[in-house]
């Protein structure tokens, strides 16, 4: 059947199962979006209010959905307006597909309006890109883009196809789409043998688990293995959910702002168990001295993960569930009763706590989780009120925390939280913010309320950069450098003007009833929360110190 490149890429979409996109037409994207208005009845275009905000709704629907998110721009400025969004999917390994179309193939390379090396731009923070410049090619360059993004350690890929492919024509033969084997073809019976003797050996193990748990599906082998092995469990901020964080044994995040029990207790373990996790510099404070009385054992189906950051004493590679799989059918069950109880002591001795006076970042966090019973997708952006929202919210299942962990991109929950709520419409989902992340992509706000999306939006309004403050008022003698927002910028008035129903609110009480407003309304609720402009995420660890010297606010006060 003869179709142009056009029609292949929506047709290719649908044979993927693709059912919703998000994106903003352009010049040399026409084709594709005329295309995309003949099948509007089986993909569902997400018009966002700029190109930044369409590729953080594909990766916050690939979180939710656990497929693969599309987005789409054109050439140039529209392009580029994706590369934010991709390296956040990149560092957090979420399979993501970026469709744009650039000038045509005899304009490549003559500064024609609108071109942009958008292959060349990407190629750091892509597991692959292509530019198609034969239509012929195109059907299978976008099929290997869809099984690039899934295959393995996930992640984005993008796909530049010049405007003249668009309409050049092919013959296109549908082809069925093949479920990909989980990835096990380098877990060996001698490295399984190996991690089982570090377990038997084991007389006080501590699991540290991340986002690759969560990423392959691994809850339910999880339990079965914490169970076996008894062990105390902490996570990453990109590992919430993957182990109940209601469950007994489980003892908070790990590192600069994990509880010290989580802290202390990996300090002091003889065996450390990393399930998916990159040993990120925030979770390990001086790499020198973190788990230096440990063993360390890791998990993971990246090989280029292993001994990168953190020496091992031994490893898996393969996919996290597969591996936890076998494991749990070689182990038998073991017991810690001791070292159990040393870490429940340090459970009860170092609880998190905050203010019991006036509204506080903590305390909306917790509210937020008593009224939805814990059964919400939460989606932050970044700084102080994320980490609130790690600490105080328990998240008792994957795919609940939707937040930018590698990048840390400020600007990036709005947009996710869109697609989150496209992804899972029988779903809560709540973004949570602070007054300046809002304000960078605030203008989605509009997107959730052209979408009809029942979004709740909480923004923690301490007007200043509330983690940059805090450093600055721990490390930088109270330098607050650019990090005042104390403007006049009125939130709740705001998303009236962009449709949404807007709420300020000072005190707890206030918040208890806008909240419970917001969860009975079928359209967009925005409540700005003001807070103190000194509130601090406690525990911490200063840059540079080892995990074990986690501090709070009672500590900096004696």
């Given at each position: 059947?003869?179709?142009?490149?056009?029609?292949?890429?929506?047709?290719?979409?649908?044979?993927?199962?693709?059912?919703?996109?998000?994106?903003?037409?352009?010049?040399?994207?026409?084709?594709?979006?005329?295309?995309?208005?003949?099948?509007?009845?089986?993909?569902?275009?997400?018009?966002?209010?700029?190109?930044?905000?369409?590729?953080?709704?594909?990766?916050?629907?690939?979180?939710?959905?656990?497929?693969?998110?599309?987005?789409?721009?054109?050439?140039?400025?529209?392009?580029?307006?994706?590369?934010?969004?991709?390296?956040?999917?990149?560092?957090?390994?979420?399979?993501?597909?970026?469709?744009?179309?650039?000038?045509?193939?005899?304009?490549?390379?003559?500064?024609?309006?609108?071109?942009?090396?958008?292959?060349?731009?990407?190629?750091?923070?892509?597991?692959?890109?292509?530019?198609?410049?034969?239509?012929?090619?195109?059907?299978?360059?976008?099929?290997?883009?869809?099984?690039?993004?899934?295959?393995?350690?996930?992640?984005?890929?993008?796909?530049?196809?010049?405007?003249?492919?668009?309409?050049?024509?092919?013959?296109?033969?549908?082809?069925?789409?093949?479920?990909?084997?989980?990835?096990?073809?380098?877990?060996?019976?001698?490295?399984?043998?190996?991690?089982?003797?570090?377990?038997?050996?084991?007389?006080?193990?501590?699991?540290?688990?991340?986002?690759?748990?969560?990423?392959?599906?691994?809850?339910?082998?999880?339990?079965?293995?914490?169970?076996?092995?008894?062990?105390?469990?902490?996570?990453?901020?990109m590992g919430k959910g993957a182990f109940d964080g209601?469950?007994?044994?489980?003892?908070?995040?790990?590192?600069?702002?994990?509880?010290?029990?989580?802290?202390?207790?990996?300090?002091?373990?003889?065996?450390?168990?990393?399930?998916?996790?990159?040993?990120?510099?925030?979770?390990?404070?001086?790499?020198?001295?973190?788990?230096?009385?440990?063993?360390?054992?890791?998990?993971?189906?990246?090989?280029?993960?292993?001994?990168?950051?953190?020496?091992?004493?031994?490893?898996?590679?393969?996919?996290?569930?597969?591996?936890?799989?076998?494991?749990?059918?070689?182990?038998?069950?073991?017991?810690?009763?001791?070292?159990?109880?040393?870490?429940?002591?340090?459970?009860?001795?170092?609880?998190?706590?905050?203010?019991?006076?006036?509204?506080?970042?903590?305390?909306?966090?917790?509210?937020?989780?008593?009224?939805?019973?814990?059964?919400?997708?939460?989606?932050t952006e970044v700084g102080q009120h994320q980490m609130?929202?790690?600490?105080?919210?328990?998240?008792?299942?994957?795919?609940?925390?939707?937040?930018?962990?590698?990048?840390?991109?400020?600007?990036?929950?709005?947009?996710?939280?869109?697609?989150?709520?496209?992804?899972?419409?029988?779903?809560?989902?709540?973004?949570?913010?602070?007054?300046?992340?809002?304000?960078?992509?605030?203008?989605?706000?509009?997107?959730?309320?052209?979408?009809n999306l029942p979004l709740v939006q909480v923004i923690?309004?301490?007007?200043?950069?509330?983690?940059?403050?805090?450093?600055?008022?721990?490390?930088?003698?109270?330098?607050?450098?650019?990090?005042?927002?104390?403007?006049?910028?009125?939130?709740?008035?705001?998303?009236?003007?962009?449709?949404?129903?807007?709420?300020?609110?000072?005190?707890?009480?206030?918040?208890?009833?806008?909240?419970?407003?917001?969860?009975?309304?079928?359209?967009?609720?925005?409540?700005?929360?003001?807070?103190?402009?000194?509130?601090?995420?406690?525990?911490?660890?200063?840059?540079?110190?080892?995990?074990?010297?986690?501090?709070?606010?009672?500590?900096?006060?004696?």
């Open positions: 059947m003869q179709m142009t490149g056009a029609q292949i890429v929506i047709e290719c979409l649908k044979e993927q199962g693709v059912d919703t996109v998000f994106g903003y037409p352009g010049g040399a994207i026409l084709n594709v979006y005329d295309e995309l208005y003949k099948h509007s009845h089986e993909i569902k275009h997400v018009l966002t209010s700029h190109e930044q905000g369409a590729s953080h709704a594909a990766d916050g629907y690939a979180r939710a959905a656990g497929k693969v998110g599309v987005c789409l721009a054109t050439s140039g400025p529209g392009a580029t307006n994706l590369v934010t969004g991709i390296a956040t999917a990149y560092m957090d390994s979420v399979p993501v597909v970026a469709l744009t179309c650039n000038v045509g193939v005899s304009l490549l390379g003559k500064d024609s309006f609108q071109e942009i090396d958008i292959a060349g731009i990407t190629t750091p923070i892509t597991k692959h890109n292509f530019i198609v410049k034969d239509v012929e090619k195109l059907a299978e360059t976008i099929r290997r883009a869809f099984r690039i993004a899934q295959k393995g350690r996930p992640g984005p890929v993008l796909v530049d196809i010049p405007k003249d492919v668009t309409v050049k024509k092919t013959e296109f033969q549908p082809m069925k789409v093949e479920q990909e084997e989980r990835y096990s073809e380098n877990i060996t019976e001698e490295a399984l043998e190996c991690a089982v003797k570090l377990i038997r050996k084991s007389k006080k193990p501590y699991l540290f688990v991340g986002g690759g748990a969560v990423i392959s599906g691994a809850s339910q082998e999880l339990m079965e293995f914490v169970e076996k092995v008894q062990a105390p469990v902490s996570d990453s901020l209601n469950h007994r044994l489980y003892t908070g995040m790990l590192g600069m702002h994990g509880t010290k029990t989580s802290n202390y207790g990996v300090s002091e373990c003889d065996l450390l168990i990393a399930i998916g996790v990159r040993f990120s510099d925030r979770v390990t404070g001086n790499a020198k001295k973190f788990a230096k009385h440990a063993k360390i054992l890791q998990l993971d189906i990246d090989p280029a993960e292993i001994n990168k950051n953190i020496l091992t004493d031994a490893h898996i590679v393969g996919d996290i569930r597969e591996i936890l799989t076998r494991l749990n059918k070689r182990i038998e069950q073991q017991e810690h009763d001791a070292w159990i109880a040393q870490i429940m002591e340090y459970k009860e001795k170092y609880p998190l706590k905050y203010s019991e006076l006036g509204l506080t970042g903590p305390y909306i966090i917790e509210e937020i989780y008593r009224q939805t019973k814990g059964d919400a997708i939460i989606v609130w929202a790690a600490q105080y919210y328990r998240y008792s299942s994957p795919r609940t925390l939707i937040t930018s962990g590698g990048l840390g991109t400020m600007g990036y929950g709005l947009g996710a939280a869109i697609g989150a709520q496209m992804a899972k419409p029988e779903k809560r989902v709540i973004n949570i913010a602070g007054d300046g992340c809002f304000r960078m992509n605030m203008n989605e706000i509009a997107t959730a309320v052209r979408q923690i309004n301490n007007h200043v950069l509330g983690m940059v403050r805090q450093w600055q008022t721990l490390f930088y003698e109270q330098h607050y450098s650019a990090t005042v927002l104390n403007d006049s910028v009125d939130f709740a008035k705001v998303a009236e003007a962009m449709g949404a129903v807007g709420i300020r609110v000072t005190g707890r009480e206030e918040f208890q009833e806008a909240f419970a407003k917001a969860l009975s309304s079928d359209v967009p609720v925005l409540i700005d929360c003001i807070i103190d402009s000194d509130d601090k995420v406690w525990p911490m660890v200063a840059p540079g110190a080892a995990i074990s010297e986690a501090f709070d606010g009672e500590d900096v006060e004696q």
